[in-house]
C-alpha cells in the first residue's frame, strides 16, 4: 500500500508541476478563491526557511528515512489506513525533495514548484501557494495522526 501509494502521488506532482510550469506562468482565475499561479519555494512548507536550503534538504532526507523505517515497520504490523497515510507523507516528501535535486530552473536554485492558490481574494492571499505534494503531505499527517490517535482506545 505504501509503495503504490507515494509512488502515485511523486508521478502525479511531477506531471502537474510540469503542466504549471508551461501553463500558469501569468495568474490563472479558475473559480471562487481558487487561482492557478506558478511560484517558486526555496524555504520549507508554508514558505518558511527562505534561505536555508541546503538545511531544509538534509531535514528533508532525515525524515524520509525516518518515514521509510516507520512504512516498513507498518508493513509488517500496522494497518492499511497507516500505510496509506504513510504513503502520502513518503511520496509527497520525495517529489518536493526532487524539484530541489534534480529540477534545474533558472533563478531557482533548490526551489520546488508550486501553483495551488487556493485562498486568494482580489490579489491578497490567505494561505500559501502549494502543490499536490504539499496536500498529499498534510493529509497523510493528519490521516496518520486520526489513527494513531484511534490505536491506543478500546472500544467501550
Known sequence: ?????????IVVDQLTKSWALR????PHHVVWTLWLELTFNPGAA?????????????AVVVLIALLVLAARRNARHGTRVEGLALGLLVGGALSN??????????GHPGAVIDWIDAAQVGRREYWPVFNVADACVVVGAILLAWRLSKRGQRPA
Not at 508554508?46 to 538534509?58: I, K, M, Q
Open 1 to 9: 500500500m505504501t509503495v503504490l501509494t507515494g509512488t502515485s502521488v
Open 23 to 26: 501553463h500558469t506562468v501569468a
Open 46 to 58: 508554508f514558505e518558511l526557511g527562505r534561505g536555508a536550503t541546503p538545511v531544509v534538504e538534509s
Open 97 to 106: 525533495l526532487g524539484d530541489r535535486l534534480f529540477r534545474h530552473l533558472p
